[in-house]
């Protein structure tokens, strides 16, 4: 989200005001793409054992709020109105707080004296679950320990469909298995500290250019068929549901042309029907279009509460607060609706205990010092201590350098050259290679590539409390290292046979609000190349140094064409985007004090075109951009598997500086699977239907004489006079309300045939297959860590079109010496080996008593050992299903 509109951007807003009720119009979406009515929004509560206890204090609790009292808790109080990214009105006479919700999934942003955590990416690079969930437990004491309650994170959408996509690293990787799992880790440790996790962007989030509704401008629309929503996109999601999260963002653009946070399908029938979702839904930071029309089509919370695309923000106005209360006095939202978006919001709030002394924030997202407004936003603000200084870092560095150190990907290694020897004269070339000089934090949310490249920028970023650099940490180590300090290739002294050139460079991408190096959120300018001619730079030092070393901090997949099969390009190591512990986590890798472990999380490939035309950005700057998902499920190494095309280097892949083997394996059938799942229970009443649903009397929403309103501050009350004027309208009874096509308030008797609860039918988490393989350290010099990856490949004649293979399920050795061996197990689910049927909408294990290949290997590109599902059997020395 947004931190601050640019005075630059308001100014234009302002002048398009006055006719600005109207969007431009949008180009159709292309023919086919539906967004079909789904309608009401299923009650939350009711559903399973783990949320009953929850919802009977939450209805016990919304019962006793008055209207007003109702409306506050759905909304922000409005952008910069208060400490928080966004604050929720509160219910205080009955003792339910405003809420802190605050940026970002790799640390609190905003705010110093935190832990600057390795970014999504880097975490899915390390394929280590252990150390995903360690990561989301001192994430959450951190956001628990400055008093905020929700967790804006993880990111699981952007998928990583588009290689220049600018927000691909929050994420986890170009998979939904390894967004999916990590996804879930991130979210169990954080909730297990009391904290909401925010799974997020619900959906099709995939490019950052024109993601955004304006009153210029619609958003661009995500157009995404049935079985791919299901098999790509919103797998991860189902996961993240499956373990628990609190609350799902959605998205800016639109999903088949209608905007997510107003798309029924996707929320009242996808989300909240199929998956069974019992938490809350909030919007994206000013992306809200429409009051009712957002509210029946199951949103409960909007952020942080101002317009944006049909009036100015900072004005206060908003589509709730008090809209809402006027939009349930004259009946067009139904009391009932309202009952359901507060009980889950408090629902929510008890599940994680945070009614037992959850602290107040004590950081202020908007101001530095500790002194200051306490509205920024307001004409006349109150003022006092903002910012308490709570420093949250604990012991947290720890974990965030194993990250850092699990994530670094080793991709050549020519005659074992590394590691290398901290005897050797080191250079080192790129200004990668050390802290920005103007200071670790001295751009805005990191809206610049000064300096070695940690996180990417925007509103996923977060303040470094230090940084170890690399050249630090070479400095400390190593007996004689130089510093260039520049991306342009110096005169240098004529090097020694053994010197070693260390090459930093960098590919920066973020968030849309913010332009860096010409790259608009998205590489647009940059490409899949290194920024300010890294690649050239290595070019040159190869050309005089006989031993070249690339480390490269990125936010995704790259080009390494330029210079990976020069001869002096002896090592290359993608180091992801590290966070504070960019130095050690490096340079023990680099010295051997420590193995590489990490794999690529995306395929890197010989040249961009290999894509699919769809991957590209797309742009219709005069109407609405039109995103078509045409390739189906062939991203990534799908999509290279799919049509012969050898990656450089693929998906899942990266070296250590010992050998490992895989032998025993072996499958075991656990729970017999038939070509449907069975039926999931059906959904029992919900306490929420028994709350009163009577359109209450229009003094509860009647604004109490002699509050001191602070100006432009969103507030759920009405005047006297407008309360009642609604009153009248919704007494009259039946609303003339323009209901949308195919609306209904009467809940649905029965769940659709993949639904269920707590992310869909629960079989759909029958473990079907369990799979186990010895790995052996087969070096005689080194430790190491390994990874066993799993991937699924279905029955030959299946009748749907799937992937050759697909990951479905990973693991990590402990550090394993010469000659020692650990055996890993993994789990294949029903829901692992199904495709999505879009006629039946059900999951569908095509060929039940079929062989599935259950192929184990080190990465997508080495997978020489299978199991048969049909007789569990296993066999090694197998030709690899796809080009390597
Ligand atoms: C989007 O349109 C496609 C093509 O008709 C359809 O398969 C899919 O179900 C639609 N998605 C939603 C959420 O309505
Ligand atoms: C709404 O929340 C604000 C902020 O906490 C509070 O000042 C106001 O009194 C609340 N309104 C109601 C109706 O409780
Ligand atoms: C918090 O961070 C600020 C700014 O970096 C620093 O000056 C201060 O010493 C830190 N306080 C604590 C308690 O760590
Ligand atoms: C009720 O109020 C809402 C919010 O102002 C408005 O959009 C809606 O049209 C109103 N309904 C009726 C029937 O007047
Ligand atoms: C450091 O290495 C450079 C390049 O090989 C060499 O010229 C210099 O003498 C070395 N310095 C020391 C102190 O060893
Ligand atoms: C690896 O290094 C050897 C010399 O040690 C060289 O002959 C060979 O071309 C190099 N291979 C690559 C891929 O750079
Ligand atoms: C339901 O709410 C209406 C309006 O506030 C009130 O008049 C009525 O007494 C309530 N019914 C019950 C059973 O509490």
Known sequence: MPKVLSLSVVALLGAAFVSADQLVDRDPVPAGYVANPYYPTPHGGGWTDDWAEAYEKAVALVSRMTLAEKTNITAGTGQFMGRC?????????????QLCLQDGPLGVR???????????????????????????VAIGQ??????????????VGPLGRKPRGG???????????????????????????????TIKHLIGNEQELYRMYNPFQAAYSANIDDRTLHELYLWPFADGIHAGVGSVMAAYNDLNGSATHQNSMLLNGLLKDELGFQGFVQTDWLSQLSGVGSALAGLDMTLPGDTLANALPLFGYSHWMYELSRSVL??????????????????????????????????HAWVGSANGQLYPGALFSPSGLVNEFVDVQANHAVVA????????????????????STNVPISAFGTDARADPQGINSCTDKGCNRGTLTMGWGSGAATLPYLDDPIGSLRRKAANVTLYDTNTFPKVPKPSSEEVAIVFISSDSGENTLTVEGNHGDRDNTGLAAYFNGDELVRKAAATYNNVMVVYHTVGTVIVEPWIDLPQVKGVLIAHLPGQEAGDSLTEVLFGETSPSGKLPYSISYSEDEYPASLSLVATPLSQTQDTYSEGLYIDYRHLNKDGIKPRFAFGYGMSYTTFELSEASVSAVTKLDRLPPAAPARPTSPISAMNTTIPAASEAYEPSGFNKIWRYLYSWLSKGDADKAYAIGSRGSSKYPYPRGYSGVQKPSLPPAGGPNGGNPALWDVAYTLSVKVTNTGSTYSG??????????????????PIIQLRDFAKTADLAPGASQTL????????????????????VPNPSGAYRLWIGQSSAELNTVCYSDSLTCESGVASPVVV
């Open 785 to 802: 860590k390994a990874v066993g990856q799993v991937y699924i490949q279905f029955p030959q004649g299946t009748s749907y079109d799937t």
């Open 142 to 155: 951190e956001f628990k320990g400055k008093g905020a309650n929700v967790y804006l994170g993880p990111s």
């Open 110 to 136: 905003t705010t110093p004296n935190v832990t600057a955590f390795p970014a999504g990416i880097t975490t899915g690079a390390t394929f280590n679950k252990e150390l995903m969930y360690q990561r989301g």
């Open 330 to 363: 004259n009946g067009s939202v139904p009391v009932d609706r309202l009952n359901d978006m507060c009980t889950r919001i408090v629902a929510t709030w008890y599940k994680l205990g945070q009614d037992q002394d959850y602290p107040k924030p004590n950081f």
């Open 85 to 97: 990214v966004a604050n929720t009105g509160s219910a205080n006479r009955v003792g339910f707080p």
């Open 401 to 420: 350098k194993q990250v850092a150190q699990e994530a670094i990907t080793l991709l050549k290694n020519n005659g074992s050259f590394l590691p290398i």
């Open 167 to 197: 927000r691909n690293w929050e994420g986890f990787g170009s998979d939904p298995t390894l967004q999916g799992i990590a996804g879930a880790e991130t979210i169990r440790g954080v909730q297990d500290q009391g904290v909401i996790a």
């Open 825 to 844: 197990s993994f789990q294949l689910t029903r829901r692992d080996l199904s495709v999505w049927d879009v006629v039946e909408q059900n999951w569908v």
